[in-house]
Structure formats: structure tokens, C-alpha cells
């Protein structure tokens, strides 16, 4: 929950604002961590699934690392249509 709001205020920050090499790096470390939050949600959930467990907790980290990955892809995207 907390990992949830934490992620909305950084996309949330990073939303109108012009891309400089520091955003850049930012983004990058974005999409790495969209990753790694989709491979352990999934990962997770072929785990809990195997035992049995419930599995809204990968379901969540899995969508977690998805809006990551397009929200990091969607400041790409402004930054080229800008140049």
C-alpha cells in the first residue's frame, strides 16, 4: 500500500515537467524498477498460486512494475515528440 502511493507520487511528480539529463536518469530507474516489480509479482504469484496462497499481493506488484513501465514509456514519448 504504501510502495502503491509512494510509486503515484512519483509519476504524479514527474507528470508536465521538461525532461533534463536527471529526468532522464530518473526515468531509466523507473523502468528498472517496473521491472523488477513485474517479474517478482509474477514470480510471486506462480508461487502463491502453486501453494495455494492468496494472490492479490503479486497481482498488485505485477500491475505495480506494468504502470511503471508505461509511465516511464510515456515520458519518453513526450520528450521526443518535444525535440
Same mark, same amino acid.
Given at each position: 500500500? %504504501?510502495? #502503491?502511493? @509512494?510509486?503515484? &507520487? !512519483? ?8 525532461? *533534463? ?10 523502468? %528498472?524498477? #517496473?521491472? @523488477?516489480?513485474? &517479474? !517478482? ?8 498460486? *502453486? ?14 512494475? @506494468? ?17
Amino acid at each position: 500500500m %504504501i510502495l #502503491g502511493a @509512494i510509486g503515484w &507520487i !512519483i509519476i504524479w511528480g514527474m507528470e508536465n515537467k521538461p525532461q *533534463s539529463p536527471e529526468m532522464q536518469k530518473e526515468d531509466r530507474k523507473m523502468k %528498472i524498477a #517496473g521491472w @523488477i516489480c513485474a &517479474i !517478482i509479482g509474477v514470480i510471486s504469484f506462480i508461487g502463491a498460486l *502453486s501453494q495455494g496462497d492468496r494472490v492479490i499481493g503479486p497481482c498488485f506488484r505485477f500491475a505495480l512494475g @506494468i504502470m511503471f513501465l508505461y509511465f516511464a514509456e510515456g515520458t519518453e514519448r513526450r520528450e521526443l515528440a518535444n525535440v
